[in-house]
């Protein structure tokens, strides 16, 4: 049974010790770099209504979520995407509010995903959303926003993959399709199922100009060139206006000197069908997961009661911290603990030491010797709890130094460390 009690269930798990520490010193990160950009931090509940995510807000599927019952019996549901519950409190707390709003968040995700996909089921999100701005130049920043963090995480070789929802519904509404149709269509288009489409396709009765469009959308990947490609291949003009606000971006994104991480896909599709305008997401090596993703989504606030057009982004800080580990990349602590060890003789003098370097914001543990554990014992300790080093007090005046990684040890007069 006890045994039992250690393990946790399929899909979490626990994150203890340097790696833990890496990853808040990551989330600490990329967050001043959101506050530079002057975004402000907004906390929502872990679990809300399920209408907050039901289906017409085009969120996660419901067969996804973990739900359950309060005792009046309203279903609730933890969340399963960040994104709803801050439309929900832009629609509230920002009600008349008709400039931009830019709030950033971090917090856990709960998708109850198959077994089989090995994927978290509980996952770390730290986003920003900007609402009130229906702009181009709003969309650039926040994919500035989000290739400085990927930049300020470590990464050095990473493309953030850009689409235009409005691109494919164009082409959809020009098709005919219906509701059913359009889900069948994404579906096999996000499963590359290009057979399907063909097949799916060529039982509607739409013209081959339409049929070429969507049989090449695979191919509208890369570069510039392939927006003017696409372009040549249709005269729809939602789909027309949706590759003209991408060529709007570059140009925007050119100016902040960033047009090499951008790459162009029109065949990209969401999950989430709130999604209206430019949708992107950020691969990089060492996992085959988007590590950061996000879009416009012009009518999800409205949906709440507010009239506002919106983009948001999601750094996927689980996936983030595979990638850097497999890349080899460090996340480097602000500050590593000092362990001040010493015998309960001179315990007044071990405190006031600690207190002084507290008092200027260095982290120390305290640490009554064992007479029957030798100093390597608690070198060895230091290692494992990835401690800096060890302060000893030897004697009244006289400090013993040890570093951690190599054991290397000095000695040191008490006044030298207090003057």
């Given at each position: 049974m006890?045994d039992?009690l250690?393990h946790t269930?399929?899909?979490?798990r626990d994150?203890y010790?340097?790696e833990?520490e890496?990853k808040?010193?990551l989330?600490?990160?990329?967050h001043?770099?959101?506050?530079?950009?002057g975004?402000?931090?907004?906390?929502t509940?872990?679990?809300e209504?399920?209408d907050i995510?039901?289906?017409?807000?085009?969120?996660?599927?419901?067969k996804?979520?973990?739900k359950?019952?309060?005792r009046e019996?309203?279903?609730?549901v933890?969340r399963?995407?960040i994104?709803?519950?801050i439309?929900?409190c832009a629609?509230?707390?920002y009600?008349?509010?008709?400039l931009?709003?830019?709030?950033?968040y971090?917090?856990s995700t709960?998708?109850?995903n198959s077994s089989?996909q090995?994927k978290?089921?509980?996952?770390?999100q730290?986003?920003?959303?900007?609402i009130n701005?229906s702009?181009?130049?709003?969309?650039?920043?926040?994919l500035?926003?989000t290739?400085?963090?990927l930049?300020?995480?470590?990464l050095?070789?990473f493309?953030?993959e850009?689409?235009e929802a409005?691109?494919?519904?164009g082409l959809?509404?020009?098709?005919?399709?219906?509701?059913?149709e359009?889900t069948?269509l994404r579906?096999l288009?996000?499963?590359?199922?290009?057979f399907?489409?063909?097949?799916?396709?060529?039982s509607?009765?739409?013209?081959?100009?339409l049929?070429?469009v969507?049989?090449?959308?695979?191919?509208?990947?890369?570069?510039?060139?392939?927006?003017t490609y696409?372009?040549?291949?249709?005269?729809?003009e939602?789909?027309?206006?949706a590759?003209?606000?991408?060529e709007?971006l570059?140009?925007?994104l050119t100016l902040?000197g960033?047009e090499?991480?951008?790459t162009?896909?029109?065949?990209?599709l969401?999950?989430y069908n709130?999604?209206t305008g430019?949708?992107?997401r950020?691969?990089?090596?060492g996992?085959?997961d988007t590590?950061?993703n996000?879009?416009?989504?012009d009518?999800l606030?409205?949906?709440?009661?507010?009239?506002a057009?919106?983009?948001?982004?999601?750094?996927?800080v689980d996936?983030l911290?595979?990638a850097?580990s497999r890349q080899?990349i460090?996340?480097?602590?602000?500050?590593?603990?000092t362990?001040?060890?010493?015998?309960?003789?001179l315990?007044e003098?071990a405190i006031a030491?600690a207190n002084h370097f507290r008092?200027?914001?260095?982290n120390?543990?305290l640490?009554s010797?064992a007479?029957?554990?030798?100093l390597?014992?608690?070198?060895?300790?230091?290692?494992r709890m990835?401690?800096?080093?060890?302060l000893?007090?030897e004697?009244?005046d006289?400090?013993?130094v040890?570093?951690?990684d190599?054991g290397?040890i000095?000695e040191?007069?008490i006044?030298d460390f207090?003057a």
């Open positions: 006890n039992i250690l269930p399929e899909g979490v994150i010790n340097s833990c890496k808040l010193q989330q600490n990160n990329l001043r770099v959101m506050k530079l950009h975004f402000k931090d907004i906390q509940p872990t679990f209504f399920f995510f039901s289906k017409e807000r085009g969120t996660v599927a419901a996804d979520m973990y359950f019952f309060d019996g309203n279903t609730l933890l399963p995407d994104t709803p519950s439309a929900r629609a509230k707390y009600k008349d509010e008709n931009p709003i830019r709030l950033c971090v917090g709960f998708i109850n089989y090995g978290l089921k509980e996952s770390t730290l986003g920003a959303e900007l701005d702009s181009t130049d709003a969309d650039a920043q926040m500035a926003l290739i400085e963090c930049l300020q995480a470590g050095e070789e493309q953030v850009i689409g409005d691109f494919f519904r959809v509404d020009e098709a005919g399709f219906n509701e059913e359009e069948q579906i288009i996000e499963n590359k199922n290009m399907g489409v063909e097949e799916m396709i060529s509607k009765e739409i013209s081959n100009e049929k070429t969507f049989l090449t959308l695979p191919e509208l990947f890369g570069a510039l060139d392939k927006l696409a372009k040549s291949l249709t005269k729809n939602r789909a027309l206006k590759i003209e606000r991408l709007q570059y140009e925007i902040y960033l090499k991480y951008i162009f896909d029109l065949g990209m969401s999950k709130y999604y430019i949708i992107f950020a691969y990089t090596y996992t085959g590590i950061a996000g879009g416009r989504y009518n606030v409205s949906q709440f009661g507010k009239q057009p919106a983009i948001g982004l999601a750094i996927l996936q911290m595979l850097l080899k460090d996340i480097v602590s602000e500050n590593e603990n362990l001040i060890l010493y015998q309960d003789t315990r003098q030491l008092s200027q914001s260095m120390i543990e640490l010797k007479d029957d554990l030798t390597d014992s608690y070198t060895e300790y230091a290692k990835n401690i800096g080093g060890i000893y007090f004697t009244k006289i400090i013993k040890i570093r951690s190599n290397e000095q040191a007069r006044w207090m």
